[in-house]
């Protein structure tokens, strides 16, 4: 079972590459069968790890046998299941929606990036050093360029994957830096020795030995660089320039793994590093503090702003790119609210914004392609469910969970400007999704004209396999008073600095 999270990642790259070797023949079944087959066994797998932690705890994983800080070490606890969880399965969606809605000379290169990206999502979830967190970051965006240069005969694509690609790789250079100025501050790029070290400046740890000098500035100078590349990589206000280029161009079987794995990598980056690596008791804490308040307030403020946008638009692809944004804004600022209800919170709303951005997507799809009535009531289902899930304040719906934790905890530390800003997030919103669905309602939008290869049958299968997730999670937090506070324990769990470092290093801090 130890070797858990390098079997997910290493069937998703084996797949990439299997892909990249059989893309050059003609098997066109084949291919499509291998890609399903390997999205559904990297669902299972992930279900198998997080079913294991729940019950055992977390699992750490070394490469070659190197006892840490030497070599890669991997590991998974309650956090980094969760978001291997939904990223496996927004894959499983975006296959098989690829499967019926893209021709096959271009879903085959679709397979192949997004298994890589897939790869580096995996690899920085459960990567134990920074050093190999730089480098699954960058395999993620070179992936994520690729798909959004997919269709390379619109100059719409190209334009926003130059733009995306440019900022992307001058953005995430920032990230290197920091790992070199932490290699040479701390001696090692280990998250649990540098975590160690931050604490207690005099411990000794076999191979890496002390730190070099005051490593006080070292440490403010990366925390700084790598939260900006954080808030780049999930579109946060300031840094959200290049998010709704990519999204209105992108295919929408890579749309869907955006919203679910590549953009959340930015929100789970932010919690181990403010919440492990530079824990409340680092020697940086004033300046952590600092930077948490200063976050508190950048993620409100990008939550209101891009909720007012999502108000004011009219196509489908514009109101998911500014959604994704608030969405993503709301769960920043529960990730740095510090007590266990926000940050689980948190977590369970990025879930729950993949979840709704897949449901609205694959449903706009199929109520646009399709000539079939049936169908394209379907679609509607799915869109109507996917923003109500958005809109997050009905119980059926995970959204509506999400929220009412975000605000317990805002409540809990005497945040009431979280509330309200949560609450007025979701107004602004509204308006932006039932406008949409009003104008569905009141006239039939015109159709587009599918691709050769469209599959309305295949396509309605994505769809009610996330219609019966998202009420089915919804309706175990219901039926199951139990299931929340499991979340909230294993969450704190998660976050816990000692616990990490212990797991990892086998020391225990202060002794």
């Given at each position: 079972m130890n070797a858990l999270p390098a079997s997910?990642?290493?069937?998703?790259?084996?797949?990439?590459?299997?892909?990249?070797?059989?893309?050059?023949?003609?098997?066109?079944?084949?291919?499509?069968?291998?890609?399903?087959?390997?999205?559904?066994?990297?669902?299972?797998?992930?279900?198998?790890?997080?079913?294991?932690i729940t019950s055992n705890g977390s699992?750490?994983?070394?490469?070659?046998?190197?006892?840490?800080?030497?070599?890669?070490?991997?590991?998974?606890?309650?956090?980094?299941g969760v978001f291997s969880?939904?990223?496996?399965?927004?894959?499983?969606?975006?296959?098989?929606?690829?499967?019926?809605t893209m021709s096959f000379a271009t879903r085959k290169y679709l397979y192949i990036l997004a298994y890589l990206l897939l790869t580096g999502v995996h690899g920085f979830i459960f990567s134990g050093d920074v050093f190999h967190l730089y480098v699954s970051v960058e395999l993620i965006a070179i992936s994520a360029y690729a798909i959004t240069a997919l269709y390379s005969n619109r100059s719409g694509n190209?334009?926003?994957?130059?733009?995306?690609?440019?900022?992307?790789?001058?953005?995430?250079?920032?990230?290197?830096?920091?790992?070199?100025?932490?290699?040479?501050?701390?001696?090692?790029?280990?998250?649990?020795?540098?975590?160690?070290?931050?604490?207690?400046?005099?411990?000794?740890?076999?191979?890496?030995?002390y730190v070099?000098?005051?490593?006080?500035?070292?440490?403010?100078?990366?925390?700084?660089?790598?939260?900006?590349?954080?808030?780049?990589?999930?579109?946060?206000?300031?840094?959200?320039?290049?998010?709704?280029?990519?999204?209105?161009?992108?295919?929408?079987?890579?749309?869907?793994?955006?919203?679910?794995?590549?953009?959340?990598?930015?929100?789970?980056?932010?919690?181990?590093?403010?919440?492990?690596?530079?824990?409340?008791?680092?020697?940086?804490?004033s300046f952590r503090t600092t930077m948490m308040s200063l976050l508190t307030a950048m993620s409100m403020i990008s939550t209101f702003f891009s909720s007012l946008l999502v108000a004011k638009q009219v196509r489908i692809r514009n109101i998911v790119a500014y959604s994704t944004i608030a969405q993503l804004s709301i769960a920043l600022s529960g990730v740095v609210a510090g007590v266990p209800e926000a940050v689980s919170g948190a977590i369970l709303h990025v879930v729950a914004n993949a979840l709704g951005d897949a449901l609205v997507l694959c449903g706009f799809t199929l109520h646009a392609w399709s000539s079939n009535k049936h169908m394209r009531k379907l679609g509607m289902v799915s869109i109507s469910i996917g923003f109500v899930n958005l809109f997050g304040?009905?119980?059926?719906?995970?959204?509506?969970?999400?929220?009412?934790?975000?605000?317990?905890?805002?409540?809990?530390?005497?945040?009431?400007?979280?509330?309200?800003?949560?609450?007025?997030?979701?107004?602004l919103c509204a308006i932006g999704y039932f406008?949409?669905?009003?104008?569905?309602?009141?006239?039939e939008l015109a159709k587009s004209t599918p691709p050769r290869d469209y599959s309305e049958k295949m396509l309605s299968i994505p769809i009610v396999i996330l219609i019966t997730v998202t009420i089915g999670f919804s309706l175990s937090i219901i039926l199951n008073p139990y299931l929340l506070p499991i979340v909230i324990n294993n969450t704190l769990d998660s976050t816990r600095s000692d616990r990490f470092i212990y797991n990892l290093l086998g020391i225990k801090p202060g002794e």
């Open positions: 997910i990642l290493m069937n998703y790259l084996f797949a990439a590459v299997a892909l990249s070797i059989l893309g050059l023949t003609k098997h066109r079944k084949v291919l499509d069968i291998i890609a399903l087959s390997a999205s559904v066994t990297g669902l299972m797998l992930s279900l198998i790890l997080m079913r294991y699992i750490t994983y070394t490469f070659g046998g190197f006892k840490p800080p030497l070599g890669v070490v991997y590991y998974a606890d309650f956090v980094s969880l939904i990223s496996s399965f927004a894959l499983l969606i975006s296959t098989m929606c690829a499967f019926a190209i334009r926003a994957a130059l733009l995306y690609g440019i900022a992307g790789t001058s953005i995430t250079s920032f990230l290197f830096l920091a790992v070199i100025i932490l290699y040479g501050s701390y001696g090692t790029v280990n998250m649990a020795d540098i975590a160690l070290k931050s604490i207690f400046n005099e411990e000794y740890v076999p191979y890496s030995g070099f000098g005051d490593v006080s500035t070292a440490s403010i100078v990366a925390l700084a660089l790598i939260t900006w590349v954080f808030l780049f990589k999930s579109g946060i206000m300031p840094n959200h320039f290049w998010l709704p280029n990519v999204y209105r161009v992108t295919p929408i079987a890579g749309l869907i793994l955006f919203t679910s794995s590549a953009d959340l990598i930015g929100i789970y980056g932010v919690l181990r590093l403010y919440h492990v690596v530079f824990g409340d008791r680092c020697i940086i804490s304040l009905l119980p059926i719906v995970p959204g509506f969970w999400s929220k009412a934790l975000m605000s317990l905890g805002f409540l809990k530390v005497g945040n009431l400007l979280g509330v309200i800003v949560i609450l007025l997030s979701t107004g406008r949409y669905l009003t104008r569905i309602a009141i006239r």
